[in-house]
């Protein structure tokens, strides 16, 4: 029966206890990786549901080897620090050391993975690509927490209303509704997330234009606490082995997630 790598905290246990078959006296380490909302990487972790990219790339690291067994741990995007910094947590992934890390220690792993922040507009008869140029006076749709380029990557909400007209939500589906609908003039929306989202809404494709103006590029990071089971340097092995037998290309690239060279040390 296939597992799923979202547990309770009494599975987690019986996991670390359950000796793999052929292995009967060495029991794989257990590496607890922290799930945080954040479509399309995971999607609603607490539900316990296997929806998303982390899934699948555990899953993936799973089957690749019988030392480790990754499992999802749910958190939340503000929670996921201190989840990782008090041992609740082993390693958090697709992140970026940028992104709040810098007083929590950590090893860094570099995943080769880059995704994008784009805008998102209604397509209206002689709206081009300069519609994105200037921000001043649109209405933007933004994700609650987000670190945009285009404002200084200050996330104050405040900041954000007042000096962008902006309204937040914790919905990239509501910010792209928001627009449909004439609420919003632009919405801001992870490369990734809206190529997932017009495979599931193939009627709006036409009605959205998308920038060529790019606000920033996500390069994505492993991040672990130091006394993690698993070390940087085993996981980044890892990785390379699922970049090096396809894996990494079949999960990613459907959402168009570059695979991108990672620097040799």
């Known amino acids: ?25 060495q029991a794989a380490q257990l590496v607890r990786v922290g799930a945080a909302h954040f479509p399309p990487y995971t999607i609603r972790p607490e539900n316990g549901a296997d929806t998303g990219l982390l899934p699948e790339l555990v899953e993936a690291l799973n089957a690749l080897q019988k030392e ?36 929590i220690p950590h090893t860094t792993v570099d995943m080769g993975l880059e995704d994008a922040e784009i805008f998102v507009a209604q397509r209206e008869e002689g709206r081009q ?39 937040l939500t914790y919905s990239h589906d509501s910010n792209l509704l928001m627009v449909l609908r004439g609420r919003a003039d632009i919405a801001l929306v992870t490369r990734s997330y809206l190529f997932d989202y017009l495979k599931r809404n193939e009627k709006v494709a036409d009605k959205l234009l998308v920038s060529q103006r790019i606000d920033q590029v996500y390069h994505h990071y492993s991040i672990l606490r130091p006394a993690a089971p698993i ?13 090096d037998n396809g894996q990494m290309l079949k999960i990613f690239e459907p959402y168009k997630i570059a695979l991108v060279p990672v620097p040799q040390h």
């Open 1 to 25: 029966m296939k597992s799923s790598p979202i547990r309770t905290a009494t599975g987690l246990v019986l996991v670390a206890l359950t000796a793999f078959s052929g292995l009967p006296a």
């Open 231 to 243: 070390t940087g340097e085993a996981f980044g092995k890892l990785l390379q082995e699922l970049r």
């Open 68 to 103: 480790y067994q990754f499992v999802l741990v749910p958190t939340s995007i503000p929670r996921r620090f201190g989840d990782l910094k008090e041992g609740r947590t082993d390693m958090a992934i697709f992140e970026n050391p940028e992104w709040g890390w810098k007083d």
């Open 129 to 167: 690509q300069d519609y994105f140029s200037d921000l001043k006076g649109k209405r933007l749709a933004l994700y609650s927490g987000y670190h945009y380029e285009f404002a200084n990557f200050n996330a104050d909400p405040k900041f954000l209303a007042d000096t962008f007209k902006a309204t």
